[in-house]
């Protein structure tokens, strides 16, 4: 189950998600990373492939995109979602969506049993993905920074983000930015 290509301490790392992978599945016990940070009125952005293009996502095709499996938007979440007022930010290339974060000012849920409250001017970054193909092109870093920027205007000053400590994607997105 170790990945050799990890780099130096990357065996660590993979020891550290299989550790807590199994704490959670068979102790129930659930390890979170809890993120505050300011948001940049004007963020130096990553390099991303010059065709993607960043933009707040109408709910109409939220809605739209809650019909794709691969995005991973249950249309069930998505009207949740929107009715509470929250706000999907999206990476495009062409018309196709590449990548998403949500943003609430309110409650949002973590998974069935946690939700994750906020108030101003904090605001919570949740549910984000980036498809494979796009993957590794600091395309979603991008996504959060053009969110934080939307987000700063609306009169939020901070991010607060809460990521599973097994899940090494996030953890290595959040040290990059």
Known sequence: RLKANLGKWGWLLTLQKLIFDRAARFLGIHVHLVRVRPMAGQPEYPQTPPKILFKLVDPEDCLRF???????????????????????????????????????????????????????????????????????KRISPAAHLFSDVEMASRGFSHRVGFVSVANLSSISMGKYM
């Open 66 to 136: 809650g019909d794709e499996p691969k995005l991973d938007l249950d249309r069930d979440f998505v009207n949740a979602a929107i009715e509470r007022g929250d706000l999907m930010f999206g990476a495009f290339d062409g018309d196709s969506l590449v990548s998403y974060v949500w943003r609430t000012t309110t409650t949002a849920p973590h998974n069935d049993r946690l939700w994750v409250r906020v108030d101003p001017p904090y605001c919570y970054c949740y549910k984000s993905l980036t498809l494979p193909p796009y993957r590794g």
